[in-house]
């Protein structure tokens, strides 16, 4: 036995945030299902398997768990990434016989009409094929591709992604509301919700507003929350970036 | 064709109701043909409010199930003319209000009168969809705090989405603010956010800022939209707030405190 206690922690605990999107299955009709992941899969197979998901099953109150288990295995078969079911009368009866954690994701967004339908060479179907450089080459070839520009206030409860673009948005942000962007983020008017850029690892997103009082801001899956925010950090004409691992805000 | 404006909020007991009651009379003072809808089923609030509690047989849940039509469920107002109040159901069935029951009593309104006013429940569920989904614009009630601002952002977010307006695709529901119970005094002691906060956190269009007022206890004591006491402050600011709904600018009053004036703050020591 060691006398002297070790310098190193065996344990360290750091926080990150990642994109994760629900699979809502609204029919469990096998071979429908499966015809309609092989389709999503087909359409965008990086995006798919890179994206961790969650699988909501509430539609699903009058499929007998057999089935149900066998609509999960069949999802995980196709190389989803799936990190749990979202959390639910019908999650919680069959979790524990399908071996994945139950997962309660804070506030329903609304869906908010304001995304732009992507323009056909944003869809990742054409991406490049895998290769070690793939991600940023794919990130910088969208940001000319998918800009998404919102001309009303995103207000709280609300949701806005720009996919493989960067998102503009000409008014405020309200506090509760979200935004995200695979690229960089520019707010015209105030930030008070979250912002988060970068969502699919570019660390070097950054996030530009006119005035920043933010409940959040992350970059790459790096973030700071209110609580971290100075005052003297919050205020006009703002800029987060993201140096190594630290969440930098500085004026413009 | 009517015009329909959905009087919502988000959160509970902010004025919907007393709003509801003083903008139909004011519109129909202005001697438009106007129905105000009570959405708020199981409550039964706004017939209070009107005086005319006394005289409901048929509700809205009747008409739509078929019980009544509408010339039976309409009350006609004793105060003022051209005024119309279709009173909510005391049945403590929330469903009982259908999407398609709703527009059919809507599209024959609307052949009659020049507006319908609903006046929705309080939450962002259905019923408050109900009462907001066929509106043309909306008129959102808010008063000076955090959580009041907080749900009326939230519902002007849905509002933007989840209306029959929007989605058709022409963009969000018009909406304007009307800011009640606004205390100056506690304003100024910081208690309460100013109408330059407000306005900033939601910018949005400024309809009226009515007083915190004990004239509006009083009217709905008496049974009466607050709208039709002349001498009050709500009184008269909720008729400001008609005129600049009908398209005339005026200014905004009852914004500082009364009585003491610029004198009485600067030299207050
Ligand atoms: N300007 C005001 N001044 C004082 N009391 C008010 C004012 N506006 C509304 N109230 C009071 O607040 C309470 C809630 O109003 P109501 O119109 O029923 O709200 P809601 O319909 O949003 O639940 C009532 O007791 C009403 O008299
Ligand atoms: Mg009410």
């Known amino acids: ?225 209110a609580e971290d925010i100075l005052d003297a950090e919050r205020g006009e004409n703002r800029l987060v970036t993201l140096a190594g691992e630290t969440i930098v805000i500085s004026e413009i | 064709m009517a015009r329909i404006v959905v009087i919502t909020s988000g959160k509970g007991g902010v004025g919907k109701t007393t709003t509801s009651a003083a903008l139909a009379t004011g519109l129909a003072m202005e001697g438009h043909r106007t129905a105000v809808i009570d959405f708020d089923v199981g409550l039964r609030n706004l017939d209070l409010i009107m005086g005319c509690e006394r005289r409901v047989v048929y509700d809205f849940v009747n008409v739509i199930n078929g019980d009544a039509n509408l010339r039976q469920a309409l009350i006609k107002d004793k105060r003022t003319e051209n005024l119309f109040i279709l009173p909510a159901s005391q049945t403590r069935d929330k469903d009982a209000l259908t999407e398609e029951g709703v527009e059919k009593v809507l599209d024959e309104l609307s052949q009659e009168f020049d507006y319908i006013i609903c006046d929705s429940p309080a939450g962002i569920e259905r019923g408050a969809l109900m009462a907001a989904y066929f509106a043309d614009a909306a008129i959102v009630v808010t008063n000076p705090e955090v959580s009041s601002v907080r749900d009326s952002d939230r519902m002007l977010g849905i509002l933007s989405s989840k209306t029959r307006v929007a989605e058709r695709g022409e963009g969000p529901l018009p909406a304007k603010l009307l800011l009640t119970r606004y205390s100056p005094e506690r304003v100024e002691k910081g208690e309460m956010l100013s109408v330059d906060d407000v306005t ?70």
């Open chain 1, 1 to 225: 036995m060691n006398a002297h206690p070790s310098p190193i922690q065996p344990i360290e605990l750091k926080g990150r945030m990642i994109l994760v999107s629900i699979l809502r299955l609204h029919d469990a009709d096998t071979d429908q299902l499966n015809e309609a992941l092989d389709a999503r899969m087909r359409e965008a197979p990086e995006l798919m398997r890179d994206m961790p998901l969650l699988v909501d099953v509430e539609h699903l109150a009058n499929t007998p768990a057999e089935t149900l288990t066998q609509v999960i295995e069949a999802i995980r078969g196709r190389g989803f990434k799936l990190i749990g079911l979202q959390q639910g009368a019908v999650a919680q009866s069959v979790a524990s016989g399908i071996g994945l954690p139950l997962i309660v994701l804070g506030g329903k967004g609304t869906e908010v009409p304001l995304r732009a339908a992507p323009s056909p060479q944003a869809e990742p179907a054409n991406e490049p094929s895998p290769s070690v450089h793939k991600e940023s080459a794919s990130a910088v070839q969208a940001l000319h591709t998918a800009s998404l520009v919102v001309n009303q206030p995103v207000r709280s409860g609300q949701q806005v992604y720009a996919r493989g673009g960067d998102l503009i948005v000409l008014g405020t942000v309200s506090a509760g509301a979200e935004l995200l962007s695979d690229g960089h983020i520019h707010v015209y008017g105030t930030l008070r919700g979250k912002a988060l850029a970068g969502v699919r690892g570019m660390t070097g997103a950054r996030i530009f507003c006119r005035r920043l009082d933010a409940e959040l801001v992350s970059i790459a899956g790096h973030y700071r929350i």
């Open chain 2, 200 to 269: 900033e956190i939601l910018s949005i269009e400024m309809l009226g800022v009515i007083p915190e007022s004990q004239s509006v206890l009083n009217a709905s004591n008496a049974g009466m939209p607050v709208i039709l006491d002349a001498e009050s402050d709500a009184g008269q600011a909720y008729r400001d707030a008609v005129a600049r709904f009908l398209g005339e600018d005026r200014p905004h009053r009852f914004l500082t405190t009364q009585k003491k004036g610029l004198f009485g703050r600067l030299f207050k020591g």
